[in-house]
């Protein structure tokens, strides 16, 4: 299976303290397991502290696929996300 890393740029909703705090609750996590999915940076912008960049490895275009669909809009504003504008 081949793996990738995915690098996402978004704007937050809430803070940067708030957004880390929900991606690194334990029930994000399992989910991130059951998918396959590691993140291994959450970094805060320091020009605008409301913009976040976050990278995680996972099978190929998984995360795309999500962030692609839909159906998964309201889970990942759930976290503070903004998905409008995000960059892949």
């Known amino acids: 299976m081949a793996i990738e890393t995915t ?11 708030e957004y880390e705090a929900h991606m690194n609750a334990p ?3 399992a989910m991130f397991k059951e998918m396959g999915v590691k993140t291994f940076y959450i970094g805060k912008s320091i020009e605008e502290p409301t913009r976040a960049t976050v ?4 099978p190929k275009n998984v995360l795309y696929d999500i962030f ?10 759930a976290s503070g ?5 995000t960059k892949i």
């Open 81 to 85: 996300h903004i998905y409008e504008g």
């Open 27 to 29: 029930e994000q996590q």
């Open 68 to 77: 692609m669909d839909p159906q998964t809009k309201s889970v990942v504003e």
């Open 55 to 58: 990278m995680f490895q996972g």
């Open 7 to 17: 690098v996402l740029d978004f704007q937050l909703s809430n803070t940067f303290e």
